[in-house]
């Protein structure tokens, strides 16, 4: 048996750990913990950052079934000792929970003590200006005068502070052209909350990618995958669409798979110096100029651990090699509310949220097997 700890909220609990995350975060990063079922084996135990209902999770072909687990992790007593732990993130907690049931390396400490340095936007902004690719006026806020300069004009039409560790669009804030009474109000409480923020100018996106790959221990990078992200307007994840089997690039132009493949090494290299090794990702995005030109910001952050678009790429994957999917196909996997559309095929599904695949991409030979996965959840 091994224990999969589906931490999505990790760099919230590193830039807080005396505080609950709240409920709203935690049932998100609940639900969407539950795509690490593509990686489990039959009689894994899978530990969310809330509890998760067995009827929240209808049965798929090709994804085994896990025993579902909650609870504080530090208190976490699975019935039988797993021959060894995988975490959405290795971090200190996560640490500390393998060396009590006896399963932990110094290899694991190591990343462990990595984590928090590694998730730092102010790494993420280094290593892009050693490649030339920082954002425009782009800085680190650490003090009420660096808040101040920051938010001096002349601005950008539009302007985010973000926390210096955060993920998934969380704590931050986006204002337009000269701050408000209410855009002061709100920057200097999210600075006296994390303490320090990253300033960047807010460019009008016309696409999100990821690009998500395995740091091995000698310093090699592998597993290299691509997949393009749906994001709201403030940049928070809303879904994944992973391209054709064998396809890699499909919503790149020529010459960005090159840019990507920098960003990756360029990355790998500054996590492994902090000495992570283990799953990570990089962000990108693309953007239109004032004049209509297009430009891919190849390095928006770093993400050192497993990314929903690694784990979307392993779902998609046992689902096509169950027949489920069609291999030809692009597969798009997306977070919602309410009833969602009549050929979903469900991943989860709760009161308040639901995680699907998109059918308008799979093979119609799986439809009647769909319909029956649909009726059995109801």
């Not at 609870?71 to 995988?86: E, F, S």
């Not at 996590?271 to 430009?295: I, K, M, N």
């Not at 469900?346 to 439809?367: K, T």
């Amino acid at each position: 048996m091994r224990l999969i700890v589906a931490n999505l909220l990790a760099e919230w609990r590193v830039a807080h750990p005396d505080r609950r995350p709240p409920e709203a975060a935690r049932a998100a990063a609940a639900a969407l913990g539950t795509l690490m079922r593509a990686i489990a084996e039959p009689g894994d135990v899978l530990w969310t950052e809330a509890p998760v209902m067995p009827e929240h999770l209808p049965p798929l072909p090709g994804i085994a079934p896990v025993q579902l687990v909650a609870g504080a992790l530090d208190k976490l007593r699975p019935a039988h000792r797993p021959r060894t732990v995988i975490a959405w993130a290795h971090t200190p907690r996560v640490a500390r929970l393998r060396r009590r049931l006896g399963v932990h390396d110094e290899a694991g400490d190591r990343v462990a003590a990595a984590f928090g340095p590694a998730s730092h936007r102010g790494l993420h902004l280094a290593v892009a200006r050693r490649l030339g690719w920082a954002l425009p006026g782009a800085r680190l806020v650490r003090t009420a005068a660096d808040l101040e300069a920051a938010l001096a004009p002349p601005l950008p039409p539009r302007w985010v502070l973000k926390a210096a560790v955060s993920a998934a669009g969380r704590e931050r804030h986006v204002g337009t052209g000269i701050p408000s009474a209410h855009d002061l109000r709100r920057a200097r409480t999210l600075l006296a909350d994390a303490g320090v923020l990253l300033f960047e100018p807010w460019l009008p996106r016309t696409a999100d990618l990821g690009v998500s790959a395995r740091l091995e221990s000698e310093g090699t990078v592998r597993g290299l995958e691509i997949h393009a992200q749906r994001v709201d307007g403030y940049g928070r994840w809303r879904g994944v669409e992973i391209g054709p089997r064998g396809a890699h690039g499909e919503w790149l132009q020529p010459g960005e798979p090159a840019m990507l493949r920098r960003a990756v090494a360029a990355s790998a290299t500054a996590l492994a110096r902090l000495g992570h090794t283990g799953p990570f990702g990089v962000d990108a995005w693309r953007w239109c100029s004032a004049t209509g030109e297009q430009h891919l910001q190849p390095l928006g952050e770093i993400n050192p651990r497993w990314t929903l678009g690694r784990l979307a790429h392993a779902f998609v994957a046992r689902l096509r090699d169950a027949g489920v999917l069609d291999p030809g196909c692009a597969t798009q996997i997306a977070l919602g509310r309410g009833s969602g559309r009549e050929d979903d095929l469900l991943l989860f599904s709760a009161p308040d949220a639901r995680l699907v695949v998109r059918l308008g991409y799979v093979a119609d030979r799986s439809r009647s097997a769909v319909r029956t996965q649909r009726e059995e959840s109801r």
